[in-house]
């Protein structure tokens, strides 16, 4: 079983920055891979970034690519969302998820663990 543990959502104004936390416990030897997803009202959820723990390319959505960066410190089971340049449109839930494959990581069902998600709200 492996638990993941969200941090540092909140109110920012647009063009704001902001970073979110994901801590990783239990078996993490056996994820893979990492990564974010977000949902807004009335929308499907949808995929942000991934990364392999083993390091490699990070992936990216095309509407957050050039302004969010994904990175990993492997030593402290931690993942983090560098979110810059943020707009309204990026308001959302975000969901930090883990992942035993490494491809197919923008798809939701390719992750077995979810957090418990955090608001993000940019306001205009």
């Known amino acids: 079983q492996v638990q993941l543990v969200e941090s540092g959502g909140g109110l920012v104004q647009a063009g704001g920055s902001l970073r979110l936390s994901c801590a990783a416990s239990?078996?993490?030897?056996?994820?893979?891979?990492m990564g974010w997803f977000r949902q807004a009202p009335g929308k499907e959820r949808e995929f942000v970034t991934a990364?392999?723990?083993?390091?490699?390319?990070?992936f990216y959505a095309d509407s957050v690519k050039g302004r969010f960066t994904i990175s990993r410190d492997n030593a402290k089971n931690m993942v983090y969302l560098q979110m810059n340049s943020l707009k309204p449109e990026d308001t959302a839930v975000y969901y930090c998820a883990a992942s035993t494959s490494i491809s197919g990581l923008t798809e939701h069902t390719r992750y077995s663990y979810w957090g418990q998600g955090t608001q993000v709200t940019v306001s205009s």
């Open positions: 990364i392999r723990w083993s390091g490699g390319s990070a």
């Open positions: 239990g078996r993490t030897f056996s994820v893979y891979s």
